[in-house]
């Protein structure tokens, strides 16, 4: 119930190209969606996050789109850059305490 | 931009050890965390801290583990006899409500030998 599934693990995309990120989780108690950027070495980056009452939000390149119903959640990348290679995590969490409930992570390659 | 800070980066210590990992959260967040991450796996919850106290912990926070904030300014995690397998990444966090965006610091990478 608390588990967050996220796929692909793995994920090469060309220069410009766009990456895709899905997640999906079965507690309907979660009400908050993050995505964090990791490079090797360091702590999650806050990316972008969303809530349940929109279904999509921008922020430069990032997009989340949001499916209530289906509970998944996916993390788009737009124009994709050699810069944009890392991990990301998609995570959930609710309001009680605020843990975070993180997906297994997707190591992304975007090729020049 | 305010950051989660955290030291030591790197802390290596004897299997039985004790080991205290220090966090200096954003200077206006009420709710700390800690989370930690296997290397190679996904970050997982270890506790949640709010008005002095634990709001919520995980399974792996056992009795080995305790929280303290000792100041206003430090979150601290201290694991009373280490394990090897406490080697990990360990990431503090905070939020100013407990709603908010949460936000992670360098992480401390603790070696247990």
């Known amino acids: 119930q608390q588990q967050v599934k996220q796929s692909p693990q793995s994920l090469i995309v060309q220069k410009g190209g766009i990456s895709i990120i899905n997640c999906a989780y079965e507690?309907?108690?979660?009400?908050?969606f993050p995505w964090y950027q990791q490079f090797p070495g360091k702590g999650p980056a806050l990316l972008i996050a969303?809530?349940?009452?929109?279904s999509e939000k921008k922020e430069g390149r990032f997009t989340i789109s949001f499916n209530k119903s289906a509970k998944q959640f996916s993390l788009h990348i737009m124009d994709s850059q050699p810069g944009d290679s890392a991990t990301y995590f998609c995570?959930?969490?609710?309001?009680?305490?605020?843990?975070?409930?993180f997906g297994q992570g997707t190591t992304l390659q975007v090729k020049p | 931009e305010p950051e989660v800070t955290q030291t030591p980066s790197h802390q290596v210590t004897q299997m039985g050890q004790e080991v205290i990992l220090r966090c200096v959260p954003i200077?206006?967040?009420?709710?700390f965390y800690w989370y930690r991450q296997i290397l190679g796996q996904k970050v997982e919850f270890l506790v949640s801290?709010?008005?002095?106290?634990?709001?919520?912990k995980s399974e792996i926070f056992d009795d080995q583990f305790s929280v303290e904030r000792p100041d206003g300014s430090n979150f601290t995690l201290k694991i009373r006899s280490t394990k090897l397998e406490d080697s990990a990444m360990y990431f503090c966090?905070?939020?100013?409500?407990?709603?908010?965006?949460?936000?992670f610091g360098p992480g401390t990478r603790l070696t247990v030998t």
């Open positions: 966090a905070s939020r100013f409500t407990a709603a908010g965006e949460q936000y």
């Open positions: 507690n309907t108690a979660f009400d908050y």
């Open positions: 969303i809530r349940p009452d929109v």
């Open positions: 995570a959930a969490g609710s309001g009680n305490t605020g843990k975070l409930i």
């Open positions: 200077s206006n967040h009420l709710y």
């Open positions: 801290f709010y008005n002095n106290e634990i709001s919520e």
